[in-house]
């Protein structure tokens, strides 16, 4: 016994209906697994931007005249600028302090990826 029209008819739009579901599953598969991607980039950026920053600020706090590294630069993809002020707060013990800050971003786009402030004695 074969089916009738209405019976063909039917499974036609059952089958397009299914079609329809997986199409739209895969489309949310395929969104969140490039949102995580892309999470991992900006959090692997990041990472690298706050070593950078941290071995910045370590180089600008060496003691000595002059300063062993210049105040911008880059390396590679990332960028990093070093900022210098007096501390204006009197420390209670009389020692001169300045506040360093050390700023990295990404050199193509300008983004702020990490930003690091200490505060060392003035030389």
Do not use: C, H
Request: charged share 20%; glycine share 8%.
């Amino acid at each position: 016994m074969q089916p009738g029209p209405k019976e063909r008819g039917f499974l036609l739009v059952e089958a397009l209906v299914a079609l329809a579901i997986a199409a739209l599953m895969a489309a949310l598969v395929y969104d969140t697994v490039w949102q995580m991607g892309r999470t991992a980039t900006v959090a692997a950026d990041q990472r690298q931007a706050l070593l950078l920053a941290r071995s910045v600020l370590a180089a600008a706090s060496v003691p000595g005249p002059g300063s062993p590294i210049p105040a911008r630069g880059t390396d590679g993809r990332l960028a990093w600028a070093i900022t210098s002020e007096a501390y204006t707060e009197a420390a209670a013990d009389g020692l001169a302090l300045r506040t360093v800050r050390v700023e990295v971003s990404d050199a193509a786009s300008g983004r702020t990826l990490a930003r690091l402030t200490s505060l060392k004695a003035r030389q």
